[in-house]
């Protein structure tokens, strides 16, 4: 066997001869080149273990490369489970090519390509990543191409490889070869060889670049020794003729090759050495008959892993047009996966790329692979056992559809889609680092030799689809870079390195920007970073020495580029604009030497630029981020706020600032000129440790407002610290005059907050004390507070002047200091003693005192009393304190604070100060001074529970709460029978009371406690309001009372009773009432009525009784006296309340008459409507035409009113002949009720109308529907494929058979076979329907439909169509014949006729145009009244929910 390459060692030196040094920088190819495609997976596996190698920009290599175990890396996407087909030996002639059709291996992954199309796209990248990548024309190469097509007509460039040589194929079969300095080393072939071949469709060149494999637009395959330029082998026979090659692929193994044609066929190529005999043996892999492959790439791996575990498979990957396949050459051939793309444009172009990548710390090769606008990652790996396992990782979804897919290494790829627009993505985060257009390379496309056309243009129309964007043979990439084959150029990409992106960015005059991508690179998070080394440290001082240099230039172009005219708001901008971007990253990269030296220094030649640069520091000592400002910077900071007259941020700067290093007199003398009392604080405490003084200053400020009348001595000048702090007091006194009532409050509250800070530890106004200073801290202040005398105090200075201040100011406020002070104490001798001896201060100041209001004195008694009924309490008071705290509290003669008072005297009670006083004494002078709440805690404790309810009823406040008290007492287990019905007995005793106070209530506890005692509680109440009001409580369901109104077992007598206080009381709202009542006597309940004259009551009662005549005359006599009122009403009066009376009286007697004529006979109706229209008629009567009545017209109206409510009731001859009979109009008046008769026959052509035009539109409508309805059950079926969907073979495989086709309206089609072996078959009605095999068994319900149809947006479609195999139905088939004929609905019809009554809510259209017609046809009936006799006509028009909805019909879908 020949040993492969036997050949010299390539010249591996480099040149540097080139005149364009950028060419030569992105072209600088190595003798080492064969590992530098590798960098990229070094860079990923070194890049956290910091041995990153970069040849290309000249960082010293390694001298081993690592080993496999030593190689660590961060976690790459979450491995997914990936669900292979079952592993077989690749036999050719039994796959399946459409083997898809079926698989759902990954239907699932495919996605919706309408939906990934509407991703948007991401924001613009530039501003970003800065250019990624560098671009170059090779001028050498592009020259000598045009020169060669120009002198030894070597025709247009056709194909590109790339190794430590070039290799460019031409049109007319030449083959250039160029070497790292793009010189012309070989011219390989013949034009007159490329007349016979044709033009070259493929190149490869072996792993030592000794070898090149050229194939040819004709079939014919050739190797060339690119040492010598020998030809060695001339192929012709490796596959079928008259087919183009479209791959030709070197393995890992230089003896063995891969081919594709255009046949779509890939042929393994072994090459053999017997006996100086150079030969090739080719066995056919993949038969494009079964599935046209047109893409191929075997795994390459570098020598750096070439003890990989995965290398010995010989990987190889295989993408036809409708999946991807992995396959092993070696051991022995066989197939390890493979994946369907799922739905996708035919058009697109299938795309392959192997890499290694590091995933969980493991190196295993990735395969990417699409077709459109997703890119899918399989990751391999081999297990313990052998087998080749493949986990999904994330997918990439894209806006574009992509041509070609390069790994630039193994975070990083180039993509290229269908617009010649170059995409480089981060893989990772798939984020989009960069797009460049690269249409000025005039990239070469090989769609002539996918179709094949040297050859005749002998391929399938899918693959000449397919080779319209192929680019396969033009795009070649090599250590890092690509380069992109043109029709009169070659050029090529490279990543930059991270110095020239940020240079780049510098050049683009885009500064801000530069900045933003240097500290992506410092912080390790920028994209595609080449040429940072070292480890993180080093790396980020790199970069950190780079962004220094990029401010300090920054911060000279911010001066330079200042405008020297125009407005200052104008200059100020431009500074506020860039200033603050130096002083952020200064800080962001701690070089506040940097910021404070040099760039301040520049800065401060401007005044303005100095000022923005102050202003920019603020925020960040504000949040305590910039600490150790220097003397100078400080000092000017201030100055500049202080000028600017913003003293509040100067008072919250100082606040903030180290002031050690800074001039703490002149800080002091500013604070208290601006009054910055919080700045003058935090001085005194940071810079001097001295605490008390402020407070000094602080007192001696509020104080004399406070002691009116009280003068200060005041000194003029100071030269030692005694004098300093004179002339602060005297700066103080000379403001005095000048502090506003609000300001001293201010300072006040400032104080006393200070005050509770010192004592809790905590630093003001923000921080906190050191540990070792806290109890000094606390004990001075204790000190200070307790002083007999201030210093320097006047004669006539009253003692304790700083508690005695602190009580004027705020008494409150100062215990409410001294309470959160106690709390915080812990019990040690020196607290106890501070505490004892504050406590009888305050009441020393405050009890001998007659300065304090009451109010005030009994803040501090209130304090007293909380500390006092503590648990631990420690502090002593006299017990004499205690009889004085009880006479203060109690005191009737102050009602102030009169629920605070008692809260604390309670408090007191309930921590165990009751031991303190006397029981009955206490009592006495809580009921004195109504202390209901210490009466109920007394009353509790000696179980005297009944006078507790005295205790409820007499507090405003808690009135309410006695039902809850008392049904708690009665239903509560605990207490004992007597004390019960003691409680019980008091209740009753104040039983009126608790009925006033809330009736419901009242009546709720009687029903649940004691309902058999209703007749003694009735009894008790002797106030008819209150008896009223109780019983409506307890026997009214409205009231809202949550008793069962059953258990109460009332008697009718008590009801009785309530009727008649409501008939007195509420007249109004008896009917009502009754309603709602049960169990009440109807004769003595008529009796009650009749005897207060509630008419409508009566009336009522009697129709519930069943006497409607006599509930009607009731109410005609009602009506009739009403009547008779308004006639003798005097003609001038305007208002008539009367008439309104007579209007509601006539509706009601007319509900009456409506309610009860159904269940009257036409003589019974006759009885109660026609005494009515002569009560409304007798005063039109009695009125003359020449006077007539002033509510003539009126009354004429009203009694229209009674015919139209009659009319549904009573026929209108009937109605005519009475008027016509009466005798008044029967002497010649017809006149007189001419309107009336006018409005009758009015009424009735409206309705009539109404009633034509009601059954014309439901006519229509239906008419309508069923035309629709019979449209869409005619027309036929368009079926979705031409296959059946069980058996996926053709509806016309089985001529020799009688075979139906089954139609759906789904779209699918079936054999009847097929069909009946899935059991697709139901019976209705003796009936065999077929259901649909893939949409029954798509409802994972399983349940099948009752019947065949299918609804579809409100569409009836038949359920299926047969037809035979080899004809259609005919219009005579004797069948359908029969079936036209048939009058029985078979269950299609039924079920489309039911279909069409659902399509309409309420009473179907059918049922209405059916009484209507039934109405029609009757001689007498009403279409909306019923004039049957006997029982009402059950009519859909008469019910309740009826709504005629004349709305257009629902449109149906075609």
């Known amino acids: 066997m020949e040993n492969e390459p036997d050949h010299e060692n390539v010249e591996q030196s480099l040149c540097a001869k080139t005149t364009d040094e950028d060419l030569n920088k992105s072209f600088s190819l190595e003798a080492s080149l064969s590992k530098f495609s590798?960098?990229?997976?070094?860079?990923?596996?070194?890049?956290?273990?910091?041995?990153?190698?970069?040849?290309?920009?000249?960082?010293?290599?390694?001298?081993?490369?690592?080993?496999?175990?030593?190689?660590?890396?961060?976690?790459?996407?979450?491995?997914?489970?990936?669900?292979?087909?079952?592993?077989?030996?690749?036999?050719?002639?039994?796959?399946?090519?459409?083997?898809?059709?079926?698989?759902?291996?990954?239907?699932?992954?495919?996605?919706?390509?309408?939906?990934?199309?509407?991703?948007?796209?991401?924001?613009?990248?530039?501003?970003?990543?800065?250019?990624?990548?560098?671009?170059?024309?090779?001028?050498?190469?592009?020259?000598?191409?045009?020169?060669?097509?120009?002198?030894?007509?070597?025709?247009?460039?056709?194909?590109?490889?790339?190794?430590?040589?070039?290799?460019?194929?031409?049109?007319?079969?030449?083959?250039?070869?160029?070497?790292?300095?793009?010189?012309?080393?070989?011219?390989?072939?013949?034009?007159?060889?490329?007349?016979?071949?044709?033009?070259?469709?493929?190149?490869?060149?072996?792993?030592?670049?000794?070898?090149?494999?050229?194939?040819?637009?004709?079939?014919?395959?050739?190797?060339?020794?690119?040492?010598?330029?020998?030809?060695?082998?001339?192929?012709?026979?490796?596959?079928?003729?008259?087919?183009?090659?479209?791959?030709?692929?070197?393995?890992?193994?230089?003896?063995?090759?891969?081919?594709?044609?255009?046949?779509?066929?890939?042929?393994?190529?072994?090459?053999?050495?017997?006996?100086?005999?150079?030969?090739?043996?080719?066995?056919?892999?993949?038969?494009?008959?079964?599935?046209?492959?047109?893409?191929?790439?075997?795994?390459?791996?570098?020598?750096?892993?070439?003890?990989?575990?995965?290398?010995?498979?010989?990987?190889?990957?295989?993408?036809?047009?409708?999946?991807?396949?992995?396959?092993?050459?070696?051991?022995?051939?066989?197939?390890?996966?493979?994946?369907?793309?799922?739905?996708?444009?035919?058009s697109s172009v299938p795309l392959l790329a192997w890499h290694f990548v590091a995933v969980h710390n493991y190196v295993n090769p990735m395969l990417a692979f699409c077709r459109g606008d997703v890119v899918h990652f399989l990751l391999v790996k081999r297990d313990e056992s052998g087998a080749i396992h493949v986990t999904k990782q994330k997918?990439?979804?894209?806006?574009?559809?992509?041509?070609?897919?390069?790994?630039?290494?193994?975070?990083?790829?180039?993509?290229?889609?269908?617009?010649?627009?170059?995409?480089?993505?981060?893989?990772?985060?798939?984020?989009?680092?960069?797009?460049?257009?690269?249409?000025?390379?005039?990239?070469?496309?090989?769609?002539?030799?996918?179709?094949?056309?040297?050859?005749?243009?002998?391929?399938?129309?899918?693959?000449?689809?397919?080779?319209?964007?192929?680019?396969?043979?033009?795009?070649?990439?090599?250590?890092?870079?690509?380069?992109?084959?043109?029709?009169?150029s070659v050029y090529v990409m490279m990543l930059r390195s991270w110095r020239e992106r940020v240079d780049h960015l510098l050049k683009q005059d885009c500064l801000t920007e530069a900045l933003a991508l240097a500290w992506s690179f410092h912080e390790g998070k920028a994209k595609a970073v080449v040429g940072l080394s070292g480890d993180a440290s080093k790396r980020k001082a790199i970069v950190a020495d780079r962004m220094v240099e990029i401010l300090l230039h920054y911060a000279d172009r911010a001066l330079k580029k200042c405008p020297d005219q125009g407005k200052i708001q104008v200059m100020e901008q431009h500074f506020q604009d860039m200033v603050p971007v130096i002083v952020d990253y200064c800080l962001l990269l701690q070089r506040k030497d940097l910021l404070f030296s040099q760039v301040y220094d520049k800065l401060s030649e401007n005044s303005v630029a100095k000022g923005v640069f102050l202003e920019c520091l603020e925020p960040y000592i504000l949040s305590d981020k910039l600490v150790g400002i220097t003397p100078q910077v400080m000092k000017d900071?201030?100055?500049?706020?202080?000028?600017?007259?913003?003293?509040?941020?100067?008072?919250?700067?100082?606040?903030?600032?180290?002031?050690?290093?800074?001039?703490?007199?002149?800080?002091?003398?500013?604070?208290?000129?601006?009054?910055?009392?919080?700045?003058?604080?935090?001085?005194?405490?940071?810079?001097?440790?001295?605490?008390?003084?402020?407070?000094?200053?602080?007192?001696?400020?509020?104080?004399?407002?406070?002691?009116?009348?009280?003068?200060?001595?005041?000194?003029?000048?100071?030269?030692?610290?005694?004098?300093?702090?004179?002339?602060?007091?005297?700066?103080?006194?000379?403001?005095?005059?000048?502090?506003?009532?609000d300001e001293q409050v201010v300072m006040g509250n400032k104080l006393l907050v200070y005050i509770s800070c010192c004592l809790a530890g905590r630093a003001y106004p923000l921080g906190d004390i050191p540990e070792d200073l806290v109890p000094l801290v606390k004990n001075q202040v204790f000190e200070f507070l307790i002083r007999l005398h201030s210093t320097e105090a006047p004669p006539e200075e009253e003692i304790y002047p700083y508690i005695r201040t602190l009580l004027h100011f705020d008494t409150r406020e100062f215990l409410n200091v001294l309470a959160l002070t106690f709390e915080d104490f812990k019990n040690d001798k020196q607290a106890v003693e501070y505490q004892q001896r504050i406590v009888d201060i305050l009441l020393k100041v405050m009890v001998e005192n007659s300065d304090f209001t009451p109010s005030q004195v009994g803040c501090l008694f209130t304090f007293l009393a909380r500390q006092l009924a503590k648990p631990d309490n420690t502090l002593f008071v006299n017990r004499t304190l205690f009889d004085q705290v009880l006479e203060f509290l109690c005191s009737p003669d102050d009602d102030s604070r009169h629920s605070e008072r008692q809260q604390v005297l309670l408090e007191l009670l309930q921590a165990g100060g009751i031991v303190q006083f006397e029981e009955s004494r206490l009592i006495r002078m809580a009921e004195k001074a109504e202390f209901y709440q210490i009466c109920e805690f007394m009353y509790e404790r000696e179980h005297q529970y009944d006078k507790i309810i005295d205790c409820y009823l007499r507090d405003p406040l808690r009135e309410e709460e006695v039902f809850n008290y008392i049904h708690n007492i009665l239903s509560i287990p605990g207490y004992s029978a007597e004390e019960k019905q003691s409680v019980w007995q008091k209740a009753m005793d104040h039983i009126e009371e608790l009925v006033a106070l809330k009736p419901c209530k009242a009546a709720e506890l009687v029903a649940t406690h004691f309902s058999e005692q209703i007749e003694t509680v009735i009894k008790k109440l002797q106030n008819q309001v209150l008896l009223f009001k109780f019983l409506r409580s307890l026997l009214d369901p409205r009231e809202g009372i949550h008793v069962n109104q059953e258990s109460l077992q009332i008697s009718p007598c008590i009801i009785e009773q309530f009727i008649e206080l409501l008939c007195q009381f509420s007249p109004n709202h008896v009917i009502e009432t009754l309603q709602v009542l049960e169990c009440y006597r109807l004769e003595e309940t008529i009796q009650i009525t009749q005897k207060y004259q509630l008419c409508e009551v009566t009336a009522y009662l009697l129709e519930k009784k069943g006497d409607i005549h006599g509930a009607f005359l009731i109410m005609l006599k009602r009506l009739q006296s009403k009547l008779q009122e308004?006639?003798?009403?005097?003609?001038?009066?305007?208002?008539?309340?009367?008439?309104?009376?007579?209007?509601?009286?006539?509706?009601?007697?007319?509900?009456?008459?409506?309610?009860?004529?159904?269940?009257?006979?036409?003589?019974?109706?006759?009885?109660?409507?026609?005494?009515?229209?002569?009560?409304?008629?007798?005063?039109?009567?009695?009125?003359?035409?020449?006077?007539?009545?002033?509510?003539?017209?009126?009354?004429?109206?009203?009694?229209?009113?009674?015919?139209?409510?009659?009319?549904?009731?009573?026929?209108?001859?009937?109605?005519?002949?009475?008027?016509?009979?009466?005798?008044?109009?029967?002497?010649?008046?017809?006149?007189?009720?001419?309107?009336?008769?006018?409005?009758?026959?009015?009424?009735?052509?409206?309705?009539?109308?109404?009633?034509?035009?009601?059954?014309?539109?439901?006519?229509?409508?239906?008419?309508?529907?069923?035309?629709?309805?019979?449209?869409?059950?005619?027309?036929?079926?368009?079926?979705?494929?031409?296959?059946?969907?069980?058996?996926?073979?053709?509806?016309?495989?089985?001529?020799?058979?009688?075979d139906e086709i089954i139609v759906f309206s789904c779209g699918h089609l079936y054999h009847s076979f097929c069909l009946q072996s899935k059991e697709c078959t139901i019976e209705i009605e003796g009936q065999t329907r077929w259901t649909c095999y893939k949409c029954s068994s798509s409802n994972k319900a399983g349940k099948l439909s009752e019947n065949s149809s299918e609804v579809t947006k409100g569409r009836i479609t038949p359920s299926q169509v047969k037809m035979s195999p080899s004809c259609h139905l005919s219009k005579g088939d004797p069948a359908i014949k029969k079936a036209t004929s048939e009058p029985v609905l078979d269950p299609q019809q039924i079920q489309a006729f039911d279909q069409l009554c659902h399509l309409y809510r309420g009473s179907s259209r059918l049922a209405l145009l059916t009484e209507l017609s039934q109405n029609r046809s009757g001689e007498s009936c009403r279409p909306f009244g019923g004039s049957q006799s006997g029982p009402a006509f059950n009519s859909i028009f008469q019910k309740e929910n009826f709504q005629l909805q004349l709305i257009p019909p629902p449109v149906t879908e075609d």
């Open 637 to 741: 900071l201030i100055v500049h706020f202080q000028d600017k007259k913003l003293m509040e941020n100067v008072e919250a700067l100082i606040v903030h600032m180290d002031i050690t290093s800074l001039d703490i007199q002149q800080i002091v003398l500013m604070c208290w000129e601006n009054r910055l009392y919080d700045a003058m604080i935090y001085v005194y405490n940071r810079g001097m440790n001295e605490f008390i003084s402020p407070m000094e200053k602080l007192f001696r400020v509020i104080a004399p407002p406070l002691n009116a009348g009280k003068t200060l001595t005041v000194a003029t000048s100071y030269k030692t610290k005694a004098e300093y702090h004179n002339q602060i007091f005297t700066l103080i006194t000379a403001q005095n005059s000048f502090i506003t009532t």
């Open 1126 to 1298: 308004i006639i003798r009403q005097d003609e001038n009066t305007k208002e008539d309340p009367s008439l309104k009376d007579v209007e509601e009286t006539m509706v009601e007697t007319i509900a009456l008459c409506q309610r009860n004529s159904h269940n009257l006979n036409q003589q019974q109706r006759e009885a109660l409507w026609f005494p009515l229209l002569e009560a409304m008629m007798a005063p039109q009567k009695l009125s003359s035409s020449a006077a007539p009545h002033p509510h003539s017209e009126a009354l004429k109206s009203l009694t229209m009113q009674v015919l139209n409510s009659m009319a549904a009731f009573i026929a209108l001859p009937s109605i005519l002949q009475r008027i016509l009979q009466d005798p008044v109009y029967g002497k010649g008046k017809l006149g007189e009720i001419q309107g009336l008769i006018l409005g009758m026959l009015d009424t009735f052509n409206y309705e009539q109308t109404l009633l034509e035009t009601t059954t014309s539109l439901l006519n229509q409508d239906l008419h309508w529907s069923l035309c629709n309805l019979r449209a869409s059950v005619t027309r036929g079926l368009n079926p979705k494929q031409d296959y059946c969907s069980i058996c996926l073979q053709q509806y016309k495989r089985r001529q020799e058979m009688a």
């Open 395 to 488: 997918h990439l979804h894209l806006y574009y559809d992509l041509i070609n897919f390069t790994w630039i290494n193994s975070r990083t790829v180039v993509l290229l889609d269908s617009v010649e627009k170059l995409h480089v993505i981060d893989r990772q985060t798939q984020e989009e680092l960069e797009t460049v257009e690269i249409s000025e390379v005039q990239l070469v496309y090989n769609s002539s030799h996918f179709k094949s056309l040297a050859t005749g243009g002998n391929v399938s129309q899918a693959l000449a689809l397919v080779g319209e964007k192929a680019c396969y043979q033009s795009i070649s990439s090599y250590g890092g870079q690509i380069f992109y084959l043109g029709t009169k």
């Open 38 to 346: 590798y960098i990229d997976l070094d860079k990923e596996l070194e890049f956290r273990n910091d041995l990153i190698d970069d040849k290309e920009f000249d960082i010293p290599q390694v001298d081993t490369p690592p080993t496999l175990e030593s190689i660590l890396n961060e976690t790459d996407d979450e491995d997914e489970s990936f669900v292979l087909e079952d592993p077989t030996l690749l036999n050719i002639d039994t796959i399946d090519s459409h083997s898809y059709d079926t698989s759902s291996v990954a239907s699932s992954d495919s996605g919706d390509r309408t939906n990934l199309k509407k991703k948007k796209k991401l924001p613009d990248s530039f501003s970003l990543h800065g250019s990624v990548m560098r671009h170059s024309l090779l001028k050498g190469i592009s020259a000598q191409i045009v020169s060669a097509a120009d002198k030894v007509d070597a025709g247009l460039p056709t194909a590109i490889a790339v190794s430590s040589l070039i290799a460019v194929g031409t049109s007319h079969g030449l083959a250039l070869i160029f070497d790292q300095n793009q010189a012309l080393r070989l011219c390989l072939g013949s034009t007159s060889v490329g007349g016979q071949y044709g033009a070259i469709s493929a190149l490869s060149i072996n792993n030592d670049c000794s070898r090149l494999l050229c194939g040819f637009a004709k079939g014919q395959i050739t190797m060339w020794d690119l040492a010598s330029g020998k030809l060695l082998r001339s192929i012709t026979d490796a596959h079928p003729p008259g087919t183009a090659i479209l791959h030709i692929k070197f393995t890992d193994d230089p003896t063995l090759a891969i081919c594709n044609d255009s046949g779509g066929s890939v042929f393994e190529l072994t090459f053999k050495r017997v006996m100086g005999v150079r030969t090739c043996e080719s066995r056919c892999l993949f038969s494009g008959s079964k599935g046209e492959v047109c893409c191929i790439e075997p795994l390459h791996s570098k020598p750096e892993l070439k003890d990989h575990p995965i290398t010995q498979f010989s990987l190889l990957a295989m993408a036809s047009l409708t999946k991807i396949l992995v396959i092993g050459l070696k051991p022995s051939l066989k197939v390890w996966m493979t994946f369907p793309y799922g739905r996708m444009d035919p």
